[in-house]
Antibody, heavy 124, light 107 residues
Framework: QVQLVQSGAEVKKPGSSVKVSCKAS????????FGWVRQAPRQGLEWLGG????????NYAQRFQGRVTITADESTSTVYMELSSLTSEDTAVYYC?????????????????WGQGTLVTVSS | ETVLTQSPGTLSLSPGERASLSCRASQSVTSRLSWYQQKPGQAPRLLIY???NRATGIPARFSGSGSGTDFTLTISALEPEDFAVYYCQQFSIWPLTFGGGTKVEIK
C-alpha cells in the first residue's frame, strides 16, 4: 500500500525545535521528490521546502531559510523536517507530500500523495 | 514569488448546481497548475494537474481549464461530498506557491 505515515502530535515551548518524521512505503523512495507543507489554524497551505533523497540536497522557501532542515534516510525510507526557534506563529499542521512527477527541478512539483499531517503546537 | 489569487473566497451553492472557481497568477505559470480539494481534518487531495487533467479516481464532474495566468476549476453538478475548500498550486516558478483557497459551502 502506497502511503506516507507521519509522526504524532507535538507540543513545544517557544524557542525550541521540533522534528517531524514521514515514513514512506509502497513507493520508490530514493528518486521521489518529497515536500513539506504546513497549514496554520483556519489558514491556507504554505510550502516549507523539499528534498530528493538520492540527491541528498534540500531546497527551502526563503522565509524559512536558516530555520528549517529537511533530511532523508534511505535505509528507512523516512523523510524528516526540523524547524527551530519556534514561535506561536509556527503552530500548524505539517504535511509531508510526494511529488507527482517523480523528481522535479528545484523541487518544483505538485503532490499526488500526502501524509496524514502532524499538529505542532507552540505554547508556553 | 508567484502569487495565486483565488476567487471568490466563499461560494454558496446548492447540490446539483454548477461551481466555477478562479485562480489567477501574478505571472505566467504556463500549464503547471494543479487543484486540490481539502475537507475538514483531512490532507489535501489532488484533483486536477497540469491545468486540465483529472487525477486518478477523480469523477468526471470535475474539470480544469486555462493557461498562463488565468485558470478555472469547474464542478458541473455539485454532489454533497463536494462541499469543501479548494486550493490551486503552481509548480512552474520557484518557489512553488498555493492560492488562498475557495470554500464551497451549502447554500
Amino acid at each position: 500500500q502506497v502511503q506516507l505515515v507521519q509522526s504524532g502530535a507535538e507540543v513545544k515551548k517557544p524557542g525550541s525545535s521540533v522534528k517531524v518524521s514521514c515514513k514512506a512505503s509502497g513507493l520508490t523512495f530514493s528518486n521521489s521528490d518529497f515536500g513539506w507543507v504546513r497549514q496554520a489554524p483556519r489558514q491556507g497551505l504554505e510550502w516549507l521546502g523539499g528534498i530528493i533523497p538520492f540527491l541528498g540536497r534540500a531546497n527551502y522557501a526563503q522565509r524559512f531559510q536558516g530555520r528549517v532542515t529537511i533530511t532523508a534516510d534511505e535505509s528507512t525510507s523516512t523523510v524528516y523536517m526540523e524547524l527551530s526557534s519556534l514561535t506561536s506563529e509556527d503552530t500548524a499542521v505539517y504535511y509531508c507530500a510526494r511529488g507527482r512527477l517523480g523528481v522535479g527541478v528545484e523541487n518544483l512539483v505538485d503532490f499526488d500523495l500526502w501524509g496524514q499531517g502532524t499538529l505542532v503546537t507552540v505554547s508556553s | 514569488e508567484t502569487v495565486l489569487t483565488q476567487s471568490p473566497g466563499t461560494l454558496s451553492l446548492s447540490p446539483g448546481e454548477r461551481a466555477s472557481l478562479s485562480c489567477r497568477a501574478s505571472q505566467s505559470v504556463t500549464s503547471r497548475l494543479s487543484w486540490y480539494q481539502q475537507k475538514p481534518g483531512q490532507a489535501p487531495r489532488l484533483l486536477i494537474y497540469d491545468a486540465s487533467n483529472r487525477a486518478t479516481g477523480i469523477p468526471a464532474r470535475f474539470s480544469g481549464s486555462g493557461s498562463g495566468t488565468d485558470f478555472t476549476l469547474t464542478i458541473s453538478a455539485l454532489e454533497p461530498e463536494d462541499f469543501a475548500v479548494y486550493y490551486c498550486q503552481q509548480f512552474s516558478i520557484w518557489p512553488l506557491t498555493f492560492g488562498g483557497g475557495t470554500k464551497v459551502e451549502i447554500k
